[in-house]
């Protein structure tokens, strides 16, 4: 049997360069829409609440995503795989998955309410998690109904929801500000933006699948046990990626705690941006894998193009403008957190490329790997912060953070290579640079302000990157045959 033709010449390169650009910058569009909500609430939050106040609403807020992430047990990814594979089980596995979601969110968040009274939290911050906990349920029921969206390429929903949702939040929390309600009023406004996200999921799909809960025990078991490894693995990964910010609250203070926050909003803002990506992406690689497509290296090695092409502007403005990016946002309180920030971008970098990685191997089903290569990374993130942080400040968190993906980025990249022989070709890498020394030219000869001058450099490079040969054109090329006759 001869091999599909690969190249993106043929129909089917053409149709995966439609696919992956259609569904990505549909996505991207609008997280670029929910990211800015998200951006004005951390405006709002940092003027209004201060550098304390604000460092014990993020310790809060990052000490239930653990939960958040554990109580998940994969069950997202599980569920996505199954009716990727097989579309016609969507309605029994949505219906069958709910219901066991529900009673496992509300036993973890339950456990972790009693773990967050045995750490040394303030009493703020303790109040801050309670209600939080909330919204944490509002959030792990919409991840069960997210994968319906996802597999269906209708992701424009979850999309929505979100703006909804941080928009309500948003109101709310300037509502909280002018009436004086204190901090216990902008926690409860994000738990009701987390409420009407999930309603609006809920809602749009149950107009075209019954989602009736459905109690089969059995099923439950072959779930979970099909998902446990790369739920646990995800957990921990989200633990390293966050709990430097928790560590510092505990082994600092909450003041240093809000400008490692601060640092870090910008971090969130790009990653969830570029993991609208790795989102698109992965429905086609969980297909191609489990049909032994050969087509897998080609689909892999556009990702990685897209993801760098994507990243590499986001790097470069954050290390020119990151002083600017936090008195600007945050306010001069918040000033020192920029020298955090810079030290976040290698960080940043590592982190891109393992967001399109840790996709594959979920896709090749490797949970055990990812779960030791999980547990290990987070062991070494704990050491290198319980021994560090205490002397040196919230600084060494970034380059801990760093190390730690660094590692993860290597690990996953050897997975891959022994499961699909994949070695990632770099010919795009000059076209990337090229563009990046268009971008630096023109911030430093065009006399603007500093954010206005970035903002149009990173138009330079992208009008460069298109102007070249690669991924970038051909992108834009296959939208262009998907818009014509």
Known sequence: MTAPDSSLASPEGIAFVRRLGVNTIAQTAGLAGGTLL????????????????????????????????????????????????APERTEHVLRASLP???????????????????????????????????????????????????????????????????????????????????FSAVVLAYVVGAALSFAILFVVAARQISLRPLLVPDYWGTLVRGSLAIGIATGLFLSYYRIDTVLVALLRDSREAGLYGAAFKFVEIAEVLVAAIGVSVFPSFARLVATGDVRIRVALQRSMDVILAFSAPILVGILLVADELITVSAGAE??????????????????????????????????TYVLALALAVLVLNVALNVVLLPEYGYKVAALTSTASEACVA?????????????VPSLRYV?????????????????????????????????????????????????LARRTGP
């Open 38 to 85: 998200g951006f004005l609430n951390f405006l709002a939050v940092t003027r209004g609440l201060g550098p304390e106040a604000f460092g014990d609403l993020t310790a809060a807020s990052v000490f239930l995503l653990f939960p958040v992430a554990l109580a998940d047990i994969g069950l997202a990814t599980g569920v996505l795989r199954e009716i990727s594979v």
């Open 100 to 182: 066991l979601r529900f009673l496992i969110a509300v036993g973890v968040l339950v456990a972790a309410l009693g773990v967050s009274h045995v750490l040394p939290f303030t009493d703020r911050a303790q109040t801050a998690i309670w209600l939080g906990a909330i919204g944490s349920l509002f959030t792990l029921l919409a991840l069960g109904v997210q994968p319906f969206f996802q597999a269906r390429l209708q992701m424009h929903v979850p999309v929505g929801a979100t703006l909804a949702g941080r928009a309500l939040t948003l109101a709310l929390i300037l509502g909280a500000f002018a009436a004086d309600l204190g």
């Open 334 to 367: 918040f000033a020192p957190a920029a020298s955090a920030l810079r030290l976040l971008v290698p960080y940043l970098a590592f982190l891109f490329v393992s967001a399109i990685l840790i996709r594959i191997a979920a896709a090749l089903h490797v949970d």
């Open 410 to 422: 290597i690990a996953l990249s050897a997975i891959v290579w022994r499961r699909l022989g994949f």
């Open 430 to 478: 000059w076209v990337i640079g090229l563009a990046v020394a268009a971008m630096l030219a023109s911030y430093w000869l065009i006399p603007l302000p500093t954010l206005i001058a970035v903002a149009l450099a990173s138009v330079v490079y992208g009008l460069v990157l298109v102007a070249l040969p690669g991924t970038a054109r051909d992108v834009l090329a296959a």
